[in-house]
């Protein structure tokens, strides 16, 4: 039987409000050279693109990526993963087996669209 999921700390509608999360479209994805576990992705949100390091090269090809609209939290603390700066934070599932998927809306929707 499977574990029962631990509670997490509940937050408030008014902090919800302030992540900023959104559909971003993966215009181009590249393995970081050195590494065995990062891709280098670039996202048209419409208004602005935007790069993002991601540790998903286990679970993806950076071909596979390229042209998949996901969804992705912009207004996380930039930091520096491997020498890059990651300026957005890509959303994906991880089930008890280790499988990963990113987050994709289940319609095409316009880049930038807000969720929330």
Sequence with gaps: MAEEAKPTEEITFDYFTKLDLRVGKIIEATAVAESKKLIKITVDFGAEKRQC???LLKYYKPEELAGKKCVFLL???RRMIAGLES????LAAEDEAGNVSVLQPEKDIVEGSKIG
């Design 75 to 77: 207004n996380l603390q």
């Design 53 to 55: 390091i991601a540790g």
């Design 87 to 90: 300026q957005a934070m890509i």
